[in-house]
C-alpha cells in the first residue's frame, strides 16, 4: 500500500463531521426530552428540573458551536463528547426523579457509556479521527436513546423540544474546551 493509497481511506473532516454531528444532534436532543421530561414530572425535585435545564442548554450549545464553525474533527468530536455528557447529566437527573428505578437505573447507565465513548473517540490520542471510536461512540449513543426509549423519557416520533442555548461567554466555550 502506497502513501496515496492510505490517504484515501482517511475519512475526510466532512465526513468525520457528519458522524459527529449525528450524534451531537442525538445527544443534544435526547437532553432537550430528558429536560421536557424532568419539567413535566419533576415538581418535587426543583434542583433536578433545574440541572436537567442546564443540561440541556449545554448540549445545545454544543450543537450550536459545531454547526456554526468549519469542519475541525477534533472540534468536532468535543462537541459531541460535550453534548453527550450533558445528555448524560440529564439522565441522571430524569433517574433521581423517577426514584432509580431499574429501567431508568439503565438508561443513566447507557447515556454515561456513550459519554464516556464520545469521550474516548475525542480524546488527546485520537482527536475525532479514529473510525473505531467514532464507530463505538455512535453504537453508544444509539443504545442511550433505546434505553431513554425504553425508560419512557424520549418517545419515538415525538417532536424534540426546542432549547434556547442562552448567551454563550468566553468562560463558558473554555470550559467546554471549544
Not at 453534548?83 to 429501567?103: P, T, V
Request: aromatic share 2%; net charge negative; hydrophobic share 50%.
Amino acid at each position: 500500500m502506497n502513501e496515496h493509497d492510505h490517504e484515501e481511506r482517511e475519512p475526510t473532516a466532512a465526513a468525520l463531521r457528519a458522524n459527529h454531528a449525528a450524534r451531537a444532534e442525538s445527544a443534544a436532543a435526547r437532553a432537550a426530552a430528558l429536560c421536557r421530561y424532568a419539567e413535566q414530572r419533576g415538581a418535587e425535585h426543583a434542583d433536578a428540573v433545574w440541572k436537567a435545564a442546564h443540561a440541556a442548554r449545554v448540549a445545545a450549545q454544543a450543537l450550536a458551536v459545531l454547526s456554526e464553525s468549519a469542519p475541525d474533527p477534533a472540534a468536532d468530536s468535543r462537541c459531541a463528547r460535550n453534548a453527550a455528557a450533558a445528555a448524560a447529566q440529564a439522565s441522571r437527573m430524569a433517574e433521581l426523579i423517577d426514584g432509580g428505578a431499574e429501567f431508568c437505573a439503565r438508561a443513566s447507565r447507557a447515556a454515561r457509556e456513550a459519554s464516556q465513548a464520545a469521550a474516548a473517540a475525542a480524546g488527546a490520542g485520537h482527536l475525532g479521527a479514529d473510525e473505531d471510536l467514532n464507530g463505538e461512540a455512535a453504537a453508544a449513543e444509539s443504545a442511550a436513546v433505546k434505553a431513554a426509549e425504553d425508560a419512557g423519557w424520549i418517545r419515538p416520533g415525538e417532536p424534540v423540544p426546542s432549547v434556547a442555548t442562552g448567551v454563550r461567554s468566553p468562560e463558558v466555550m473554555a470550559m467546554l474546551h471549544l
